[in-house]
């Protein structure tokens, strides 16, 4: 039934956005964190990697997230030579985590989950309608 393949392909996305909305969430979270020891890192930026899924039984393709990856990114540095984890030179690092783009991937996600909440509400009020017109 395409209705139901609809409303299963639109869940999918619904996961798979609010995983990644959940790794972002935990991204800014973490923005301004840094390592505890001298030398040490700080937090890295994680990175949602998605793919396509075939559901054999019935024979349609989803999204979900696959797995999360670490940013390669450098770390930045500001001079601190107070904080604890400071170098010999007195820098600290901080982690390689843009708030500014993270509030953007966070934004595009909620739009994203946004559209397949709509798929599924607008499924469900064509099934709503047809069963009331069959009624009549």
Do not use: W
């Not at 989803?62 to 170098?87: C, K, Q």
């Not at 901080?94 to 559209?115: F, G």
């Amino acid at each position: 039934m395409d209705i139901l393949k609809s409303i299963m392909v639109a869940a999918s996305g619904l996961k798979a956005q609010s995983g990644r909305m959940r790794v972002i969430a935990e991204n800014l979270a973490n923005a301004d964190s840094t390592a505890t020891r001298p030398g040490g890192d700080p937090y890295q930026r994680k990175i949602p990697v998605f793919r396509t899924a075939l559901d054999r039984e019935l024979g349609l393709r989803t999204v979900e997230m696959s797995r999360i990856t670490r940013d390669r990114s450098d770390f930045g540095v500001r001079l601190e030579p107070g904080h604890p984890a400071a170098d010999e030179n007195g820098y600290v690092k901080t982690p390689n985590v843009n708030a500014l783009v993270e509030s953007m991937d966070m934004r595009e996600a909620q739009r994203s989950y946004e559209a397949n909440l709509n798929v599924i509400s607008a499924t469900r009020r064509m099934v709503m309608r047809t069963l009331e017109i069959l009624r009549a």
